[in-house]
């Protein structure tokens, strides 16, 4: 198995996870294929959560993953009832 780029990992969930309240925010102009799409994808993402999970309980991080592992954390904290929403929504309006 090839090594896992726990960089790439942190910064791609970060980034999905910080989007998610204005994708929640915007929710009801998007054409109903984009939230289609939008729910689709995110069991992807949800794999890439678990990758990291099982990577951050058996790799010693940096200071700096570390760091971005505890904001990452806040973020989804932050973040997950606005995912639980669009998730409840659906694609149709």
Avoid: C
Wanted: charged residues 30%; hydrophobic residues 40%; glycine residues 4%.
């Amino acid at each position: 198995m090839a090594p896992i780029d726990i960089d790439w990992l942190l910064d791609f969930l970060t980034g999905e996870w910080e989007n998610i309240p204005h994708v929640l925010a915007r929710w009801d102009t998007l054409e109903e294929e984009e939230r289609r799409e939008y729910l689709l994808d995110w069991p992807m993402k949800e794999e890439y959560e678990a990758l990291l999970y099982d990577v951050v309980a058996t790799t010693q991080l940096t200071e700096g993953q570390h760091y971005r592992y505890q904001r990452l954390l806040r973020v989804m904290e932050s973040s997950r009832p606005a995912i639980v929403e669009i998730l409840m929504r659906g694609p149709s309006h």
